[in-house]
C-alpha cells in the first residue's frame, strides 16, 4: 500500500507549486479562447492536471537512492518485454496453476498489477469525453500515447537521469494503459450526455454582459510583472552608467511608460493586449492622454502593491531553502515530503519570531486588505467597474476571443475597433 501512497503524497506536494506556475499562462490561453474563465472549466483543467501528474509520479516513484548502482540492482531491466500476453502467463504462475477465486484473483498479485494497469489511464479516457468532447479514437490515442512516454520514461532511466532503467518497459502495461483510457471514454458515456457542454457554461456566463473581473486582474497581473521586469532592467542599466543619477526615477518614469504612454499609442497596455482588452471611453471613443495620465494615477497603488508583492514572492523563492539543513542523511524520497514540510515549519517560525517577519505579515496584511478592498469595489459597482475606471471616464472594452471569431453566427463587426462576441452582451461588456 506505501509503494501506492507514496506517489499520490508527492503529486499532492507538486501540485499547488505546478498549479500556481500555470495559472498565469492557463488564464491568459482560457480568457483569450473562450473569453471567460468558468470554475467548471478550470476545475476540469486542474483536475485533469493532478490526475496527469499522479499518473506520472506512479510511473517514477519510487526513486531509487542515490547509493544505489541501477544498472547492477536491475540488470534484467535493460532489456525491454517485448512479448505480449507476458501478464496472463505471471497471474497462472502467480496462481500456481489453480483456478480459485482466491489464487487466480484475490491474492494474485499479477493480476492486480494488470488491473491497476488498466486503471492508471481510465481518468484521462474519461477527460478526454467530458473536457475535450473527443471520440473513442481520440481516447485511445491519448491513452497510447501516455502510456507510451511513460514506459519510454522508465527504459530511458528517467531521461537519463540514471545510467540505466530502474523499471521494466513491458508491452503489456502498454497494451493495458491504451485498453484503460479506451474503457474511461466509453463508461463515461452516460454522465457526459446529461453534463452540458463546456461552451454552453461560457455563453451562459458570457451572457451576463459584464468583463470578467478575473480577465482584467490578469491583465493587470501581466503589466505589473512586465513593469517589475523593466524597472530591473532600467535599474541594472542605470546603475552602471558611470556618473548616472538616482534610480529613484525608474519606477515612475517606467509606470508612466507603461500605463500612459504604451496604452495611448497603441490603445491598450501590452497586458491588456494579450488579454484582447482594449482601452476607450464609455462612449466608445479613443481616451486622451489626460485620461489615461489620470488611469494610471488613480491605478498606480494597487500597481505599487503589486510590485512590491511580486518582490517578495522572488524574495520568499530564494531565502526559503536557505532554511534547509542540507546534510541529505535520508536517501528515502519520502525525504522529499518531509523536507517540505520541514522548510515550511521553519520559515513561517522565523516569520514569527522575528521583527521583520512580523513587520512583512503587517506588510502582506494590508496589501491584500488593499486589493481586496478594490475588488470589492469593483463588485459592488452596478457595471463591474473600478475607481479609477469612473474617475478617469476610461474603461475596458472586450474585442472578439477566439473561439467568438470562429462561431459560424458572429456577425460582421461595426467598427474595427470592437468586434462583436459571442452572445448579444459580449459586444458592449466594458460598460
Not at 7 to 34: C, D, G, Q, S, W
Not at 301 to 323: Q, R, T
Request: glycine content about 8%; charged content about 15%; overall charge positive.
Amino acid at each position: 500500500m506505501d509503494a501506492y501512497l507514496l506517489p499520490i503524497r508527492i503529486a499532492a506536494l507538486l501540485f499547488p507549486v505546478l498549479a500556481l506556475l500555470m495559472f498565469v499562462p492557463t488564464a491568459i490561453v482560457l480568457y483569450r479562447r473562450h473569453g471567460v474563465m468558468t470554475r467548471w472549466r478550470v476545475l476540469s483543467l486542474y483536475g485533469g492536471v493532478y490526475y496527469v501528474l499522479t499518473a506520472l509520479c506512479m510511473t517514477i516513484v519510487p526513486l531509487p537512492m542515490p547509493s544505489v548502482d541501477v544498472c547492477t540492482a536491475f540488470p534484467t531491466f535493460a532489456n525491454p518485454q517485448l512479448t505480449p500476453g507476458v501478464a496472463f502467463s505471471d497471474i497462472w504462475k502467480e496462481a500456481h496453476h489453480r483456478v480459485t477465486l482466491d489464487a487466480v484473483i484475490l491474492h494474485n498479485s499479477a493480476f492486480w498489477q494488470t488491473v491497476f494497469n488498466l486503471i492508471l489511464l481510465l481518468p484521462l479516457g474519461v477527460l478526454v469525453r467530458i473536457h475535450f468532447r473527443r471520440s473513442l479514437v481520440a481516447a485511445t490515442m491519448a491513452g497510447f500515447t501516455g502510456s507510451l512516454f511513460f514506459e519510454l520514461t522508465q527504459y530511458s532511466g528517467l531521461w537519463g537521469l540514471y545510467e540505466c532503467p530502474y523499471r521494466l518497459f513491458a508491452v503489456d502495461d502498454l497494451i493495458a494503459n491504451t485498453a484503460g483510457g479506451a474503457l474511461g471514454w466509453a463508461v463515461v458515456g452516460p454522465l457526459a450526455r446529461l453534463l452540458p457542454a463546456l461552451e454552453a457554461l461560457d455563453d451562459r456566463a458570457l451572457a451576463v454582459g459584464k468583463l470578467p473581473l478575473g480577465r482584467r486582474a490578469v491583465a493587470l497581473l501581466v503589466d505589473v510583472i512586465g513593469v517589475e521586469l523593466l524597472i530591473g532592467v532600467v535599474t541594472g542599466i542605470a546603475a552602471v552608467v558611470p556618473g548616472a543619477a538616482s534610480v529613484l526615477w525608474v519606477p515612475p518614469s517606467v509606470i508612466a511608460l507603461w500605463f500612459v504612454v504604451i496604452a495611448w499609442r497603441t490603445g491598450a497596455t501590452p497586458g491588456k493586449h494579450l488579454l484582447l482588452l482594449r482601452l476607450a471611453t464609455a462612449e466608445d471613443r479613443r481616451p486622451s492622454l489626460a485620461q489615461l495620465t489620470l488611469r494610471a494615477v488613480a491605478l498606480s497603488p494597487l500597481v505599487i502593491v503589486g510590485v512590491a508583492m511580486l518582490h517578495v514572492f522572488v524574495m520568499g523563492l530564494i531565502v526559503g531553502p536557505l532554511f534547509l539543513d542540507r546534510t541529505g542523511s535520508s536517501g528515502d524520497t519520502s525525504a522529499l515530503f518531509e523536507m517540505a514540510g520541514e522548510m515550511g515549519y521553519r520559515v513561517v517560525a522565523h516569520i514569527l519570531t522575528t521583527g521583520t517577519g512580523i513587520v512583512l505579515l503587517l506588510f502582506l496584511a494590508g496589501c491584500l486588505t488593499l486589493i481586496g478592498s478594490y475588488a470589492r469595489a469593483v463588485r459592488r459597482h452596478p457595471s463591474g467597474l473600478g475607481p479609477h475606471e469612473t474617475l478617469s471616464g476610461v474603461q475596458n472594452h472586450a474585442c472578439a476571443h477566439t473561439r467568438a471569431r470562429t462561431r459560424p453566427d458572429t456577425s460582421t463587426p461595426k467598427s474595427p475597433d470592437l468586434a462583436p462576441l459571442a452572445t448579444a452582451g459580449d459586444a458592449r461588456m466594458g460598460k
